[in-house]
């Protein structure tokens, strides 16, 4: 079985700073997909950034990038220069290597609210 | 590219009605699509995986007679709530996967706007 962990429960970070947003996960499979998502208060769900499990490098998306440590299993999302629009929920969630194909489910963690104040 | 849409945006409804939401896949075809379902502050739920051209596979503790699922064509997938009631009330959001996209990346899922479904 698959499980995300996202235990912060709100996150607060003042304009242009940067920030962390925790992610930890749990598989037992060898290939698998992490993914962040965004969620603004209208509700829709904005992929931000994919990083696979064989991939060397962290991936990076502009001001996004994902700080992967594979040993601690852990997939942290690290936003840079903080804009008053990044205020959201954020999920980190994981393709599991047993769903690859047609039925490739995505296991969700509880998500993580980020104020930024002005 | 990947635009997935969602229509209604919000629906109001007597209990009892049913109510037909409809997920399309605007610059792509997919012929696979999840329902979701989210309340208030939470994560989300994976109702069921919809499958072009044949029966949609439900997530353990779903009614799939409550919850109809047809996906008859690659760039649409339909939900309908039958016989609706005020505890079906929830966020309601698609996702699908572009078809010729495969491994890494390629199995992002793309999320439609969702829909707030209020039964009354």
Redesign the interface.
């Known amino acids: 079985a698959q499980k995300i962990t996202q235990t912060q429960p709100g996150m607060f970070v003042q304009e242009k700073e940067a920030v962390t947003l925790d992610c930890t996960y749990d598989t037992s499979d060898q290939s698998y ?1 992490l ?1 962040w ?1 965004k969620q603004p208060s ?6 931000l950034i ?1 990083q ?1 499990s064989y991939d060397e490098q962290n991936a990076t998306e502009g001001r996004y990038s994902l700080n992967f440590q594979k040993a601690r299993k852990s997939a942290n999302l690290v936003i840079s220069a903080s804009q008053l629009g990044d205020s959201a929920m954020y ?1 980190c969630a994981m ?1 599991g290597g047993l769903n ?1 194909g ?5 296991t ?4 993580i609210t980020l104020s930024v104040r002005p | 590219g ?1 635009v997935v849409s969602q229509h209604p945006s919000r629906v109001i409804c007597k209990s009892g009605t049913s109510v037909k939401i409809e997920c399309r896949s605007l610059d792509f075809q997919a ?2 699509m ?1 329902w979701y379902r989210q309340f208030p502050k ?3 739920m ?1 109702m069921a ?1 919809s ?1 072009e051209g044949s029966k949609a ?1 439900y997530e353990q503790g779903v009614e799939k007679d409550k919850f109809l699922i047809n996906h008859a064509s690659l760039t649409l997938s339909t939900l309908t709530v039958t016989s609706a009631h005020p505890e079906d009330s929830s ?1 309601y ?1 698609c ?1 699908a ?1 572009d078809i010729l996209k495969r ?3 390629g ?8 829909t ?1 479904l209020l039964v009354l």
């Open positions: 997909g993914f998502y209208s509700g829709e769900m904005i992929f994919y696979g999920f393709r690859t047609a039925n490739s489910k995505l969700f963690g509880k998500g | 990947a012929t696979t999840f939470q994560s989300l994976l995986t499958n596979t966020f959001i996702s996967r491994g890494g990346s199995e992002t899922q793309y999320f439609g706007p969702g707030r």
